[in-house]
């Protein structure tokens, strides 16, 4: 699904509706792959362990065609499911699995979308939204443990202390989709940022640069990006990579980020090609602890943590 590590994990168009049994505390491991991405393992059937991408901007879970294949799982409906990706649009098979355990959670009803493989190692699956929505949940970056606990006070109030920043939802403008963003600051510019967790690196788009004095036709003589990333950084406009910037949220700060400048397909999707707007991924966020709070429409950040070299 991501070439080259690519930044954004396939979203569905469609969500149906699953239940969810949820207990008063429940967790489990995840770690941090070779793309900086955040990975923790899943159940289907009481199969497994599945390695699954933890995805913010993902609206539906998802199931790599190899694991289909070794549930034996046939397709669920006769109409097939719209996925959009960052390499491609598709048409994919649904399947309905009996159940998904992550971190003591049982999962049941949810329709999983089935992607094909992938020419390079990744994943076995995505945790999309449709399933972290349901909960209050919890990326404690220290003890490397992900928490799926019970929306609501009882759960926000442990977290009070730390740095809270608004998560805005938003659809899009043709899809009753829901995905959900972050008023930031890139050296001191304001920008709006998909929050994707999914994503292992950071992005804006031309519009965004350009309000940070990167201007594009300084860059018009590379040519277009390398063939192997023009399905994720698009076949004409200029690819460039800026070192050193500061991107902040709500009086936390961080220095020295690498970004890169785009204008990927992935913006048309979620309709910000016409504005300046950014994406924000695990290269600014994830060696913090975080807490989501789908309900209550925010996002804690925690302390700052180092894996050891």
């Known amino acids: 699904m991501r070439r080259i590590g690519a930044l954004i994990a ?12 949820a207990s008063s505390s429940a967790e489990q491991p995840y770690r941090i792959d070779s793309h900086g991405r955040l990975v923790t393992d899943v159940y289907v059937d009481g199969h497994g362990p599945f390695t699954f991408l933890i995805d913010t901007a993902s609206s539906r879970s998802l199931i790599f065609e190899h694991v289909r294949k070794q549930l034996g799982l046939a397709q669920s409906q006769p109409e097939r499911l719209t996925i959009y990706g960052i ?19 049982s999962v049941r009803g949810l329709t999983l979308g089935v992607l094909p493989d992938s020419e390079n190692s990744g994943p076995d699956g995505v945790l999309g939204i449709d399933i972290l929505t349901r909960y209050f949940v919890v990326l404690d970056r220290g003890a490397m443990r992900l ?6 006070e009882d759960s926000t109030r442990a977290y009070a202390g730390w ?48 309000r940070l004095g990167v201007h594009k036709y300084r860059f018009t003589a590379n040519g277009p990006p390398p063939e192997e990333l023009q399905d994720v950084l698009g076949k004409k406009a200029p690819a460039v990579r800026i070192e050193g910037m500061e991107v902040r949220l709500m009086g936390r700060s961080w220095n020295r980020q690498m970004v890169i400048v785009a204008d990927a397909p992935v913006f048309g999707y979620f309709d910000l090609e016409e504005q300046p707007a950014a994406i924000m991924g695990t290269s600014v966020l994830g060696d913090n602890s975080l807490a989501i709070d789908f309900a209550g429409q925010h996002l804690f950040i925690g302390p700052t943590e180092k894996e050891s070299d």
């Open 10 to 21: 396939f979203l569905a168009l469609a969500v149906l509706a699953g239940q969810a049994w």
């Open 163 to 210: 740095s809270r920043v608004d998560l805005t939802p938003r659809p899009l403008k043709k899809f009753s989709i829901q995905f959900w963003y972050l008023n930031s600051r890139f050296n001191g510019e304001r920008l709006t940022a998909l929050f994707d967790l999914g994503a292992g690196m950071t992005m804006m788009n031309w519009g965004a640069a350009e």
């Open 147 to 152: 928490k799926l606990l019970p929306p609501g």
């Open 87 to 105: 390499n491609d649009v598709a048409e994919v098979m649904p399947v309905k699995p009996s159940e998904l355990r992550v971190a003591g959670e």
